[in-house]
């Protein structure tokens, strides 16, 4: 009885080893087979992405709040440790800024007077809808992150996506209660700017490091380390305006820009609704979306 | 009729184990952890876990699973879908087929390997992101990225064999 199941084991351990080698092959048949269908139709994969990614969303909002708990009790210690400088510094601050206040004030009922004059089309209204960082990214050739807006939120394909201190990506998937952002300095990321001092246009090219560079910039341009970028609002898309970041250098290997958003310490993203009658519109008279 | 509910009830539980573990340990990997200079980085929790038993106990991390756990890493990260389920993939069959060597072979030829094997995996990732991309992206976060996987391992392995034990001891 003991050899009999010896021989077969004997003869079935090949079997089951060739049926291991097989399931092994398939699969790997099956990975192609969604490179390939990622490639030609991202539709399908974007909708089951979003669909797995919402799943996990409220997982996720959970356990991202003690981490940015604990952060913020990191940040008191070192905010606490420069007190003394950190005060003098905003002395100083608040005295500059109360001069720009009212240089604002002046220009703003300035501005206000001209456009009257002229009759000028106001720009159209931005709505903002706020949301939590809850996702980073899970690998090395991707910048991107998930927050808690969704479609049920108006968290909408393309919207722009801002911090307190700028211009951060835009939101790339949505999915009911999630959206992923794609961040401007990720490889895939095109976003239309301006120069601020020079008003030459230029696309922000991401490239998976922290400085992402400009394309498309005119060849004898006098953009200099120091100069503004903003978005453009060419397209439609983003309002025009928003603050992205400085150039950090400018030479005859292209123009790196520093973006004003550190993503290291982004907790909330406010999205921005930005309705552009008319051209979005479809026949029917409704936005698509 | 009831205990061999109960007893199948078990063996499923106990099959689904180091998957669910392994899932958990993904979607750990992108909560945001804000620490200046190193939100890009994410160490690789499927690779872990999918050298770790398919050197240990392949039979409990089946190649299907392999796959999901695949498919998931990549919805998570954002990365282009099949790329990341290749590479677990090619790594499980080498590291199957190899195990025999390794048997009873001391836990800082295990780490070595699997330094081997991230290293490995790292540089493919990056050739076929370069090859998708169409362009040559920077190495740098995949170095990075692999020495701190490859430096998480003993602490990741630990609790994989604590789980393991668990496992057998309720054989």
Not at chain 1, 71 to 99: K, S, T, W, Y
Not at chain 1, 224 to 238: Q, W
Request: charged share 20%; glycine share 8%.
């Amino acid at each position: 009885m003991k050899s009999h199941a010896g021989s077969m084991l004997r003869f079935a351990s090949p079997l089951k080893a060739w049926s291991q080698r097989f399931t092994l092959a398939l699969l790997i048949g099956a990975s192609v087979a969604l490179m390939l269908l990622d490639r030609a139709d991202s539709i399908i994969i974007e909708r089951t992405r979003a669909a797995v990614v919402d799943a996990i969303s409220p997982i996720l909002d959970v356990l991202s709040r003690p981490v940015s708990g604990a952060a913020e009790i990191l940040e008191n210690v070192g905010e606490l440790a420069n007190l003394r400088e950190e005060n003098a510094r905003l002395r100083e601050d608040r005295a500059r800024l109360l001069q720009w206040q009212s240089v604002a004030r002046e220009l703003d009922a300035q501005n206000q007077a001209l456009r009257e004059l002229l009759n000028l089309v106001p720009d159209p209204r931005a709505r903002f809808i706020s949301a939590r960082v809850i996702g980073n990214t899970a690998g090395p050739f991707v910048r991107s992150a998930l927050v808690t807006a969704g479609y049920r939120d108006g968290a909408r394909k393309g919207q722009a996506v801002m911090t307190g201190e700028g211009f951060a990506g835009r939101v790339s998937e949505v999915g009911r209660r999630s959206a992923r952002i794609l961040l401007l300095t990720d490889i895939n990321s095109r976003i239309p700017v301006l120069v601020e001092r020079t008003r030459e246009r230029a696309v922000l090219a991401g490239d998976n490091t922290n400085s992402p560079h400009l394309l498309y910039l005119p060849p004898n341009s006098g953009t200099t380390p120091g100069d503004r970028i903003v978005t453009s609002g060419h397209g439609g898309i983003f309002p025009p305006g928003l603050p992205v970041g400085v150039v950090s250098s400018a030479g005859e290997d292209g123009v790196s820009v520093q973006p004003f958003v550190d993503w290291s310490r982004v907790e909330y993203v406010r999205l921005v609704d930005y309705e552009l009658p008319g051209i979005l519109l479809s026949p029917s008279g409704h936005r698509p979306d | 009729m009831k205990s061999s509910l109960w007893h199948h009830l078990d063996l499923v539980a106990r099959t689904l184990w180091p998957f669910t573990l392994t899932v958990l340990l993904l979607i750990l990997g992108i909560v945001p952890l804000q620490i200046p200079h190193l939100a890009p980085v994410s160490p690789g929790f499927a690779l872990i876990s999918v050298y770790y038993w398919a050197l240990h106990r392949p039979t409990i991390l089946p190649a299907p699973a392999v796959f999901l756990v695949g498919v998931l890493n990549d919805f998570f990260g954002d990365a282009p879908v099949g790329v990341g389920v290749l590479v677990l993939l090619i790594v499980y069959g080498i590291i199957v087929s190899q195990r025999r060597n390794f048997l009873g072979a001391p836990f800082a030829l295990v780490w070595l390997g699997f330094a081997a094997v991230a290293a490995g995996a790292a540089f493919a990732a990056w050739v076929i992101s370069s090859l998708l991309f169409g362009t040559v992206v920077d190495p740098r976060p995949a170095i990075f990225d692999c020495l701190l996987t490859v430096g998480l391992y003993p602490a990741v392995a630990h609790l994989f064999a604590r789980a393991q034990r668990g496992l057998s001891r309720r054989d």
